[in-house]
């Protein structure tokens, strides 16, 4: 059964498994769409093995092909339909968790957040790469603010929540909050 898809892949659940197989682009060279999305499909699920031993919340991954991940299917709720300034500050320490272990997430979005049992997974790393730069994890926390501006109630009291749970958990966290003030103040201007 379909239960998702995106610009780069299909996903369907399969006996109680999430099934994400990254699709063929015709615009592509076949040599070098195959390569794409074998690389992809890798780094999706190393990363995401990765963050989970970093103590982020995270599918577990079951079996990895050439272009498709099987993954724990995780019966909880998209954050996107229940956050409250107490969940916005749990996705802080997430977030700085991930952070803390240099990895960024790349769509930071409550659309990739479910809740099950009072606890934030992180899901989809499709777009996420290893960086420590404080520009990077700017960008990450940026994004995840434009998501609470443009899509949820009150979201400077959810921003101000994540802000104690990151802050809490990352060492550079008042650097990176301190950059997201200067991308955000760049995109005025562009």
Do not use: W
């Amino acid at each position: 059964m379909e239960i998702g898809r995106g610009a780069e892949a299909v996903i369907t659940l399969e006996d109680g498994t999430v099934r994400k197989e990254r699709i063929a682009k015709s615009y592509r060279l076949p040599e070098l769409d195959e390569l794409i999305r074998k690389e992809r499909t890798l780094r999706e699920a190393r990363i995401t093995s990765d963050a989970r031993r970093h103590g982020v919340p995270t599918p577990i991954i079951c079996d990895v092909s050439r272009f498709e991940l099987k993954m724990e299917h995780l019966m909880g709720e998209k954050l996107k339909d229940v956050i409250t300034s107490e969940l916005s500050e749990k996705v802080g320490e997430t977030v700085g968790r991930l952070h803390r272990a240099g990895i960024i997430h790349g769509d930071l979005t409550t659309s990739n957040m479910i809740l099950q049992n009072d606890k934030i997974y992180l899901i989809d790393f499709g777009l996420a790469f290893y960086d420590n730069s404080v520009e990077a994890q700017g960008v990450d926390v940026h994004v995840f603010f434009q998501t609470l501006e443009s899509t949820h109630d009150r979201p400077k009291e959810h921003i101000e929540s994540f802000k104690v749970g990151y802050m809490r958990i990352y060492p550079q966290a008042e650097a990176v909050l301190k950059r997201v003030k200067e991308i955000k103040a760049r995109g005025r201007y562009l």
